[in-house]
Each structure stands twice: as C-alpha cells, then as structure tokens.
C-alpha cells in the first residue's frame, strides 16, 4: 500500500472474472483489510461512471430546490428509510448535536407474494427520473455488493453462497447526502459526527468534496482520499457482530471544510447493503473461541436496525 494511502486498493474484477490463484488472492486481501482497517478501496467494481455521474447530477437537482417542495416528499412515519429526511434530524448515537446534512433515501422494491415488505419508494414529480435511476443505481451496488459478500464468506471459511439468500431482497437503503454550505460557524456540529454503520457493508462512491476520515488503530484520524472511479468498502457493525469483532466496523466521519471552502456544499453517495431482517446475527461458532469469547447478545438484523434508527434519532 502506498504511503498516501489510508486504506488498502483491491481489484473486484480479478474476484469476479481472474484466475483461481487471482480469487484466492483477492479474498486474502479484502480479508485482511476489513481485519486490520475495516475499509478498503475497490475499482472495476462493475458499476457504469455514467449511472453514478447521472445520479449525482439528478441529487444536486434534487438538493437544489427550495425546502417546502421537498418536504412535500418526507414522509411521516418511515424514520427517514424512504424520501426526503430534511436538514438537522439525524445525529449519531453517542451525540445530541444533529449532524449538518439532509438526505433522500431509495430502499427494496420487491415484486410478487413478498411486495408488502417494504414501503413503497417515494416518488419525485418535479423529477421522476431521480428515484428511477437511483432504483437503477442500486440495483449496481447489491450486484457488486454480493460479490464482494461471496468472498467475505470464502475468507471466514463459510460456504461461497452463505450470504446469498440473506440479502436476497434484503432492507438494503441508497442515500443520496447533501451537506449545504456552511453558512456560520457551527458551535459544536460537523457534517457527519464520528459513528459506525448499522449494516452488513457500505458502498460509498466518490463523493463531491473530501472530508471523510476513518479513526485508524493508534487512535489517529486520517483522509480517505478515493482516487477516480474507485469506491469506497467499509465493515458495518452486523458484519462486526456476525464475526465476533474479526473483522472491523471501524469508526469515520465527515469533518467541515476549512472556511475559506465554506461555501461549497458536498453531496454523497453511500449504499448500505442489509440483509433481511430475519437474519440471525448471533456470533458464528468459527469466530469464538478461547481467546475471543462471544462478544455480543444474539439479534436478528431487524431488530438491531430498529435499536439503531431509534438512537440515532430517525425513529421515536
């Protein structure tokens, strides 16, 4: 790993299509990374530019028009997991402080007998495509995101396909995040306070402007700085509780400009991969042993994301 790097650089493509010596090798290295720093970086990952630059340009749109129009699109009743969550409402689970963001959320869309699932996506009459591609845009991060499951699975010494079917129209979320400008010296907020995701792994394509920055283990803050059509991997904690602290949800966050970059707003685009909820949690047996005992309580996924979302305020 360079020295400019915070996090590991993996290729997807030797995984999905290299030589046998090229997959093993792969399922190493994202092993190891996910152990030692609880991220990496990934390129021909197999999501098109041209979907990721569509759905930038169809955000900031979003973004761009004025408040009462978009709250018409925030919805009573779903803690924030479709439409609109407007600026100030969601805070990580150890602060009071909101964090300085808004965003829009694009969730499951199941078809047949398991279509009452999940809320239905909330449209955008001012602009149809912005949930349809997005719907297209996240339907590229669960192929991916499947693939790199299957070797996370092959690295525990689990069968290839064991994460398969639990993500298999799982409660997976994209988030299209705005940060605005900072328009007067926050007292204690940042745009995104330090937190651990909630899920399985997070896919998080380059963002606009810089600002995230992982907690490295000497305790050290550090840029991840993507480099061009490279996405971002990271642990979240059901993949940490599933492993029994073997691989790491390490903690990040999104950090203000300096103020001479106040005025410029920054957009995001992560995808949470989750799986049903009915998944069990509970630590697998091949994670425990003397030296590490059983660290957590059993839980399936859906009771842990409904724990969560309540701490970090997004449902009462």
Not at 46 to 69: C, N
Not at 137 to 153: D, M, N, P, V, W
Not at 211 to 233: R, S
Not at 288 to 316: C, F, W
């Amino acid at each position: 790993m360079s020295q400019d790097r915070a996090i590991p650089l993996v290729d997807l493509s030797h995984y999905i299509e290299g030589t046998q010596e090229q997959k093993d090798t792969f399922v190493q290295q994202i092993g190891a990374a996910f152990h030692d720093y609880g991220f990496v970086g990934v390129v021909n990952h197999g999501i098109a530019e041209e979907l990721v630059d569509d759905f930038y340009r169809l955000s900031k749109e979003f973004f761009g028009m004025d408040v009462a129009t978009k709250r018409k699109y925030e919805i009573a009743g779903l803690a924030g997991q479709r439409g609109y969550t407007s600026f100030g409402k969601e805070h990580a689970k150890q602060s009071e402080v909101a964090d300085l963001k808004e965003f829009f959320q694009i969730g499951q869309e199941v078809a047949g007998d398991n279509s009452g699932n999940y809320p239905d996506n909330v449209q955008v009459a001012e602009l149809p495509k912005f949930p349809q591609r997005g719907m297209e845009l996240y339907k590229a991060f669960e192929k991916s995101g499947g693939a790199l499951l299957q070797a996370i699975a092959e690295y525990l010494e689990l069968d290839r396909d064991y994460f398969d079917d639990k993500i298999k129209d799982g409660n997976s979320i994209l988030r299209a995040i705005h940060y605005p400008p900072i328009t007067s010296e926050p007292e204690t907020a940042i745009r995104a306070e330090q937190h651990e995701d909630i899920n399985l792994i997070t896919l998080l394509v380059g963002a606009s402007a810089g600002g995230l920055q992982l907690l490295n283990a000497d305790g050290e803050w550090q840029d991840i700085l993507p480099e061009e059509n490279e996405i971002v991997i990271n642990v979240g904690d059901m993949l940490q509780r599933l492993t029994n602290n073997q691989l790491k949800s390490t903690t990040h966050r999104v950090v203000n400009p300096p103020r001479s970059e106040w005025h410029k707003p920054r957009l995001s685009i992560p995808f949470f991969l989750h799986p049903k909820g009915e998944m069990d949690l509970t630590c697998l047996d091949k994670c425990v042993d003397a030296d590490h005992p059983i660290a957590y309580e059993p839980i399936t996924a859906g009771e842990y994301l409904d724990e969560r979302l309540r701490e970090i305020g997004l449902k009462k």
